[in-house]
């Protein structure tokens, strides 16, 4: 997307220029609240927690958006929702935004969530996997995702273990109960910031392998998706709630028991305890490691490399594009 456009657009709405996390200024809509239709990646969990707390502080309504999350009826379903023009974002998964595009959805990442693998490798007792030659002779658990089998491959690979030495069963989405029932001794699949801290806080000991340190590229784990056609009439909006999210999660990092509050605002079937926890253990994965790198960075180069690892374990049939991403639209960029 060219500067022009993306200035053609802003001008559409009526501005204000305020401070920007870098070294330019951001545009930034202003009036009657513009409401914005975000459809989250599954139920209201931790990795939503500066989505919630900037809805709660009115960090979106300052910014002139009155955003509504929606939970959708399942995780398959984000992208699908928003290419029928049902939202306009929704947030997925790198590799699930890669195929979506594989298969002619013209979708665009505009901004990382959270920017690491949550996926990892666990397992549990006294007599864990703490390294990846112990697969050998095991089972594993997954969910059933062809690149988790291709995660599992690679890890396997990496580390001189044979596949046929490895059974791999899909459990679905029932990961822990597979591993306390003793069905697996290990899953790929299970998030280390949700179910990890959760297993460590029931005193299950869990040890985790997290899937960048074991040979799978890194990868950003949530990412924020808008239809590419949208890019060019609602560039503002999409700077503008970018913008917000970004406030929402310092405040976040400042106080993560105000983000908690209205987390369970929207859930109150959350555990308070094992919340506020998860959230504490994703702070770091929120942001950039790169510094001077702007709130939902997104690495070119890393987006590349994951993509081509896509290709080359037949998961897409195109080979990489950088057009699957833009960071036109963060806190201080594309001006």
Sequence with gaps: MTRRILLAAAACLAVVTLSACGTKQDRIATGS??????VLDYLPNPDHAGIYEAISDGAFRRSGLDVKP???PDPSSPLKLLAAGRADVAISYEPELLLARDHGLPLVAIGALVQKPLTSI???GNKPITRVSQLAGKTVGTAGIPYQSAYLKTILAKAHVPSSRVKEVDVGFNLVPAMLSHRVDATLGAFWN?????????????????L???GVPTYNELVIVARAQD?????????????ALAQGHEAL??????????LLSADKNLDRGDTLASVKATLPAFFPSAPGKPFGYMDPQQWAAYSKWM?????????????????EFLPGQGI
């Design 33 to 38: 609240p513009t409401s914005l239709n975000l």
């Design 231 to 243: 890019l060019h009439t609602k560039g503002a909006m999409f700077r503008s709630f970018l913008h």
């Design 311 to 327: 290709f080359d374990n037949h998961l897409v049939k195109q080979p990489p594009t950088p057009r699957a991403l833009t960071n």
């Design 194 to 210: 949700v179910e990890g801290v959760q297993l460590q806080r029931a005193h299950r000991k869990p040890h985790i392998l997290r």
């Design 253 to 262: 990092r400042r106080n993560p028991s105000q983000g908690v509050d209205a």
């Design 122 to 124: 666990m397992s549990l």
């Design 70 to 72: 929606i939970v959708p």
């Design 212 to 214: 960048d340190q074991v």
